[in-house]
């Protein structure tokens, strides 16, 4: 069965960086669009970005220009690069992949990212 295995979080200072990783098994990572998405405490969970089977990305405005969602086929492995990182990042981050026609999604359990103020 497909799974998805969030890591590389961590406790970090203002302007630090941090690389996520997300390990896709049971399938061909080839085949999904993949999305990066945060939940904060109190707070609904949010898209931080996307990006396609053909390599286009989208990133919420309020991390463009400080993050990269990057991916790897061959690794069957995706990644959110993330420089200047500032407090009001922290949250829960989750990996999803999506595969259309079918119309299924899989979700990871998420990782801790915490950027000290």
């Known amino acids: 069965q497909v799974q998805l295995v969030e890591s590389g979080g961590g406790l970090v200072q203002p302007g630090e960086s941090l690389r996520l990783s997300c390990a896709f098994s049971?399938?061909?990572?080839?085949?999904?669009?993949v999305g990066w998405y945060r939940q904060a405490p109190g707070k609904q969970r949010e898209l931080v970005a996307t990006?396609?089977?053909?390599?286009?990305?989208n990133y919420a405005e309020s991390v463009k220009g400080r993050f990269t969602i990057s991916r790897d086929n061959a690794k069957n492995t995706m990644y959110l690069q993330m420089d200047s990182l500032k407090p009001e990042d922290t949250a829960v981050y989750y990996c999803?992949?999506?595969?259309?026609?079918?119309?299924?999604?899989?979700w990871g359990q998420g990782t801790q990212v915490t950027v000290s103020s």
């Open positions: 999803n992949a999506k595969r259309i026609l079918p119309n299924f999604e899989y």
């Open positions: 049971g399938s061909r990572l080839n085949g999904y669009a």
């Open positions: 990006i396609t089977r053909g390599g286009a990305t």
